[in-house]
Each structure stands twice: as C-alpha cells, then as structure tokens.
C-alpha cells in the first residue's frame, strides 16, 4: 500500500493519536503537514521521525477553535504543498477547557467543544478542498459511544459537539461525492497515548483493566499505530465507495452489551 506522491494534513499531530496517523502515513510515503498548537518540541519531533522514514513535511502551528488561524494554517500547506490529499481533523483541548457535567459547564467550555470540534471541521473542510482534487480523503476524528450516551457526565459538551461533528460528515459526503472525495469519521475505543493518559492514575488503571479484561474482545486498548491503519487503509483508492460513514476502531468493543458484565457475555 503506497501513498507516495500524496500530501496529508493531520491536526494535533504532534502526539497521541494524531501522531500514530502521522508516521503512518508518512511509512506509506505520503507527505505530512505536523500540526500543533502549544508543544512544538513534540511537532519537530514527530517532523524527524517523518523524515527518518523517507518521507517529508513541515511543522505549522495553529488555534483550531479559531477560523483565521485554521485558514492560515491551509495557506501554509498550499504554499509548502500546492495541493491536499489527505486531510484528517483530529485535534481538540486539553481536558480542562471542557471536561465538566452538564449542569456545571460554562459557556465558554462549551464553546470551546464546539468550536475545536464541529466548527473547526467545517472550516477545515471548505479550505481543504480548495485543494484537493479527484479521490481526496477527509476524515473527522470521534468518539462515537460519547456522542449518543450519557454517562461520561463530564464529556456533556464534547460529546454533544462529536455528535454534531458525525451529523457534518454525513453532509458534506454528499456534498462533496460528485467530486470523488470521500468523508468519514473513524471513531477509536479507548486508546493508549492519548486522552486517557491525562485522566488521574487510578481512572486510567480502572479503564484499562476493565477493557483488557474482556470489555474489548481483543484483551487490549488500541494503539495510535492502530488508527494510523486505520486512517492509510481509507486512504487508498480501495476505499473509493466508501463514504458519510462512522468507522468503529475499537477491538470490537462496541460490539459489547453495557447492560450484561462481559464475563458473562464472552461466555
């Protein structure tokens, strides 16, 4: 599977999961644009790894809950790139900018969940595919269980701006599929190296557990590596028919019943 001649745009690629999309790509020898918005040791250092796998790109910094900044950032990939083929909307906050209950958010954290999420998307796209041509890849990162349940209470408002950003998918694969580009959102189970690793040591041990011990099928957590797969798999012209569709990359997880102990359930 090769990318090469391709160019990639991933938000919040400096680490975590984006950057497992990142060194995916590039191994495929697609050309990446490193995004970050306050860590660029991590964005030079995701750069180098690029670079070491025979690929190349370029470190570009950003505020995506602000428009200007992401139509800044698309000026950037056209002058160092000319062109976009694989762009991936991927970054959010840290979890104190929303992570509060519903009752209890403010409307600045709120805002904060939508505008890095659905409206940072929405944007991101329009710029996007002024560059891009027959068989573009847009991909919208989720987290599907956390847009249609409720019991993550602090995830109120990033679960509800997931929610809305799935619904955006769907409309602009219609939009945009008279042109050959294709429009997905990929939603990961729970993952190492990313946003469980900011939750306090107990939380992040409870969730592990829980997952290694049956309530992901596959006995593990998912690796940023693994949504790299994922993200290079679509991004072939395999993956042409493809589209307005919401791609569970969990271990099966979301297979699992929330009302039965998985235990019991695997018997």
């Given at each position: 599977m090769s990318l090469n001649g391709k160019y990639a745009l991933i938000t919040g690629s400096s680490r975590g999961i984006g950057r497992g999309i990142a060194l995916k790509l590039a191994a495929n020898k697609a050309r990446v644009a490193v995004h970050?918005?306050?860590?660029?040791?991590?964005?030079?250092?995701?750069?180098?790894?690029?670079?070491?796998?025979?690929?190349?790109?370029?470190?570009?910094?950003?505020d995506i809950t602000k428009p200007a900044e992401i139509q800044a950032l698309f000026r950037k990939v056209k002058t160092d790139f000319g062109a976009l083929d694989i762009f991936v909307s991927n970054a959010r906050p840290e979890i104190p900018e929303?992570?509060?209950?519903?009752?209890?958010?403010?409307?600045?954290?709120?805002?904060?969940?939508?505008?890095?999420?659905?409206?940072?998307f929405l944007v991101g796209v329009r710029e996007a595919t002024k560059l891009m041509g027959t068989g573009g890849r847009i991909f919208a990162m989720t987290y599907a269980p956390g847009s249609r349940t409720g019991g993550l209470q602090p995830w109120a408002g990033m679960g509800s701006a997931?929610?809305?950003?799935?619904?955006?998918?769907?409309?602009?694969?219609?939009?945009?599929a008279k042109r050959g580009i294709t429009?997905?959102?990929?939603?990961?189970?729970?993952?190492?190296?990313?946003?469980?690793?900011?939750?306090?040591?107990?939380?992040?041990?409870?969730?592990r557990n829980w997952h290694t011990r049956g309530w992901t099928p596959m006995g593990r957590l998912g690796t940023p590596q693994d949504i790299g797969n994922v993200v290079a798999l679509f991004s072939t012209e395999d993956a042409?028919?493809?589209?307005?569709?919401?791609?569970?990359?969990?271990?099966?997880?979301?297979?699992?019943?929330?009302?039965?102990?998985?235990?019991?359930?695997?018997?």
């Open positions: 970050y918005y306050q860590n660029q040791e991590a964005a030079n250092k995701t750069l180098a790894e690029i670079r070491s796998l025979g690929s190349d790109g370029f470190v570009v910094q950003a929303f992570f509060v209950s519903p009752m209890e958010v403010s409307l600045e954290q709120w805002d904060t969940a939508f505008d890095s999420q659905v409206k940072a997931k929610a809305a950003l799935e619904s955006l998918v769907r409309y602009f694969a219609v939009a945009l429009v997905n959102a990929i939603s990961p189970g729970w993952t190492e190296d990313s946003v469980m690793n900011t939750l306090p040591t107990q939380a992040q041990e409870l969730i042409s028919w493809i589209t307005g569709q919401v791609i569970y990359a969990d271990g099966g997880a979301s297979l699992m019943n929330s009302e039965i102990p998985p235990e019991i359930q695997l018997g």
